[in-house]
Each structure stands twice: as structure tokens, then as C-alpha cells.
């Protein structure tokens, strides 16, 4: 799986990372994964085990020097990444926001990336 591959993929850099929202109670860095959307592509006996895969990865932090540090190593990590499970990983977009929906504010860096995997 995907997601599981991600996870392993980027443990070192983030280690307090989460599907779809953070506990209560986390630590920041803290970084967030959602699975956008999947389109599977065919192959030559049919529908194949590999897709494209568009993921959003959001890195908050409370200072917005470290989030953006943080999103810049996501990057160069993901982008150099093919073996048997992802073949290629394009960076797509990126926005910052402050997010003040939470007691502490925290800078929020949106990334969206797009992967050909295993699905």
C-alpha cells in the first residue's frame, strides 16, 4: 500500500505523521497525508496493479522558517524516490497558510505531489 510505503519512506524526517488529521495531543513537526485521488492504468492483460496516485502532505509547525525547511526535505526526499512500489514522484504544488484553528497557531505548508505506484 501506498500510504504504508509513504510512511516508512519518510519516517526519519517525520516522525509524527499522520492519515487525514493529528490526535489531541501531538508534537509538532507534525505532518499530515490524504490520498487525493487514484486513476489505475492499464496494461496489456487489463487493468494493472500500478496508478497514478495524487497526494497532499501538509507540514505544520509553529515557526514558519522550520515548516518550510520541513517541506523542502519532504520534497527532495520524495523526489528521488523509485523502487518496485513508486516509480516516480512529481511535485505539484505548494501553499502556505497560518493556521489558527487549533489553541497554538501553526504555519501550515499544503504540498501536493503525484505519484506513479503500486496502488
Known amino acids: 500500500m501506498l500510504e504504508t510505503a509513504l510512511v516508512t519512506r519518510l519516517?526519519?524526517?517525520?516522525p509524527n505523521m499522520y492519515p487525514g488529521r493529528a490526535p489531541t495531543n501531538y508534537d509538532?513537526?507534525?505532518?499530515i497525508y490524504n490520498?487525493?485521488?487514484t486513476q489505475m492504468e492499464d496494461d496489456l492483460d487489463g487493468v494493472g496493479d500500478m496508478g497514478w496516485v495524487v497526494m497532499q502532505i501538509d507540514v505544520y509547525e509553529p515557526s514558519y522558517l522550520a515548516a518550510k525547511e520541513l517541506a523542502q526535505d519532504i520534497r527532495d526526499h520524495?523526489?528521488?524516490?523509485?523502487d518496485e512500489q513508486v516509480h516516480s514522484v512529481?511535485?505539484?504544488?505548494?501553499?502556505?497558510?497560518?493556521?489558527?484553528?487549533?489553541?497554538?497557531?501553526?504555519?501550515?505548508v499544503m504540498m501536493t505531489f503525484l505519484f506513479f505506484a503500486a496502488i
Open 11 to 14: 519516517a526519519d524526517l517525520a
Open 78 to 82: 520524495l523526489s528521488i524516490w523509485d
Open 90 to 108: 512529481a511535485f505539484v504544488n505548494e501553499t502556505d497558510i497560518i493556521d489558527e484553528t487549533t489553541e497554538a497557531t501553526l504555519y501550515r
Open 35 to 37: 490520498r487525493l485521488s
Open 28 to 31: 509538532t513537526p507534525v505532518v
